[in-house]
């Protein structure tokens, strides 16, 4: 019998196992067992319920176009913000306006939901797909404006330097060195925005309207009627809409890195 050697590294990495086991693996078979086990066995009566309603499918579109829009919005608004706060000089300046924007996702965000509804209640802004697609860049600029930051402050001044030196202009070092360059933190960024945002309820719910039901809103009322095979079932929709963003993106980057590569080669 072979004997397992532990050395040190793997025994610091055996409480991280033993709770991805515990909170992930195992409420992942929850999820299926739920799904798609009943009180009389294996059943795909709620997997067929659900893939041949087409309200459902409708639901689904308007929580990616919903979710696609704010998290866009947020990468025209984080990058240029967060590329004129990494040009600032002093570092105290940039970490005192970088607290100013971080400072509110310290509040409940449910809470700050319910004081955007009041203030667009105020002004007489209705509730409605713009109002939530507002309310979800507000909530979410911050997951990426910090990545994007924390790229665009680690790229080499050298690399800047050797752009100028080579007669680039500032515009083309900037389309050429620093957007490639940060292609990585805006991907993080997109998928720290995208995620939640595609899967979100109260924001939904407080912001939006009939018109903007989403396929969150839609789990919230499986679990408020203790419909647990349909929860799951939505569950794992959403679970595979996150998955396949995932693999997009990690495309996108390799993409980008054999590009970068080949231009460096």
Do not use: H
């Not at 319920?49 to 499918?57: G, I, L, M, N």
């Not at 802004?125 to 979800?136: D, I, N, S």
């Amino acid at each position: 019998m072979k004997k397992i050697n532990f050395n040190t590294r793997s025994l610091f990495a055996l409480p991280y196992v033993i709770y991805m086991f515990i909170f992930v693996v195992v409420p992942l078979f929850m999820l299926f067992g739920f799904a798609f086990f009943g009180e009389n066995g294996f059943s795909l009566d709620e997997a067929t319920a659900f893939f041949t309603d087409c309200s459902q499918w409708a639901t689904i579109g308007r929580s990616l176009r919903i979710a696609l829009t704010a998290a866009l919005s947020c990468i025209l608004i984080g990058f240029p913000l967060a590329y004129i706060i990494a040009k600032i000089r002093s570092k105290t300046v940039q970490y005192m306006i970088l607290m100013a924007l971080v400072a509110p996702m310290w509040i409940n965000g449910l809470l700050r939901t319910i004081a955007l509804k009041e203030l667009s209640t105020m002004i007489n802004f209705e509730a409605g797909e713009t109002l939530l697609t507002l309310g979800l860049i507000i909530d979410y600029l911050p997951f990426m404006l910090m990545p994007i930051y924390l790229v665009i402050t680690g790229i080499p001044k050298s690399y800047l330097e050797v752009s100028a030196d080579l007669g680039a202009s500032p515009m083309v070092t900037f389309f050429k060195v620093v957007l490639p360059l940060s292609m990585s933190g805006i991907i993080s960024g997109f998928l720290m925005v995208f995620t939640p945002a595609v899967s979100t309820y109260y924001m939904s719910e407080y912001l939006g309207n009939q018109s903007t039901f989403m396929i969150g809103e839609q789990l919230n009322i499986m679990f408020t009627k203790d419909n647990k095979s349909g929860a799951a079932v939505i569950a794992l929709v959403l679970l595979a809409l996150v998955g396949l963003s995932v693999f997009i993106a990690n495309c996108v980057s390799r993409i980008g890195n054999n590009k970068k590569q080949g231009g460096l080669a």
